[in-house]
């Protein structure tokens, strides 16, 4: 009973995943090239952790290890996913190599002072409490970046919704690592917490760029207004 669930949420993992992936594809991938990047990765270290459980049975040195590479080459992904979005969001275009290179150093400084902190412990211990530590930085950071985007005066609601479903899963992240951590009863909910946050990221992100890939209504099929044409809800 537990391996066909563990498949079944497996298949819907993939199923979602190759869904934003698709939909990308057929819409904005230049905007959101970061995003298919690591939409990609995490296809990639779903399928590669698949693999070795399998092949493990899920109890080996080699699948914690394996485990752990995946989660965090996924984790360095939304970090890129937030960075770019950030560095976006700066209105004037000459100042958002700076903002990126600064994100990048804080990044770096917040990873490799986390492992520092908990270094010399238990190496599950040691992995569980940095990704708590980054995912809770960086849902407060996509918090306060959604916050901005509502302030703006150009609401974009694509990037809202890809923000809102990125903040959905890394609250839900670090939620689950302090819940796994607290004793074994509560270890079970806390995968559960991962697993639907997850879930609803990958299904708000599907319908969010499906969205983006439609034509307007009507198909775009009408004939170009010409110079001398003005749109009736523009006029002043």
Not at 28 to 40: D, G, K, Q, S
């Amino acid at each position: 009973m537990r391996q066909a669930i563990q498949w079944l949420l497996w298949i819907l993992g993939l199923g979602l995943q190759f869904m934003v992936l698709s939909a990308l594809l057929s819409g904005p991938i230049r905007e959101y090239l970061a995003v298919f990047v690591y939409a990609a990765v995490l296809f990639l270290t779903t399928v590669v952790e698949i693999i070795s459980q399998w092949d493990q049975k899920g109890a080996s040195e080699l699948w914690q290890t394996v485990f752990w590479v995946c989660d965090f080459a996924r984790l360095l992904g939304l970090y890129a996913v937030v960075i770019s979005f950030v560095s976006h969001a700066v209105e004037d275009p000459g100042k958002r190599a700076s903002v990126r290179r600064l994100l990048v150093t804080l990044s770096a400084i917040l990873w490799l002072g986390s492992f520092y902190v908990h270094s010399g412990r238990n190496p599950n211990f040691v992995m569980m409490n940095v990704s708590r530590n980054l995912s809770f930085c960086l849902a407060l950071v996509n918090l306060a970046l959604w916050f901005t985007l509502i302030a703006g005066s150009r609401r974009d609601s694509t990037l809202l919704m890809v923000t809102g479903g990125l903040g959905i899963q890394m609250t839900g992240e670090a939620i689950a690592q302090s819940l796994r951590q607290m004793s074994a009863g509560t270890f079970p909910i806390g995968d559960i917490a991962a697993i639907l946050s997850h879930f609803l990221c990958l299904f708000i992100w599907w319908q969010a760029f499906s969205k983006e890939g439609k034509p307007p209504k009507g198909g775009g099929t009408g004939p170009p207004l010409e110079k001398e044409q003005v749109p009736t809800s523009r006029i002043k």
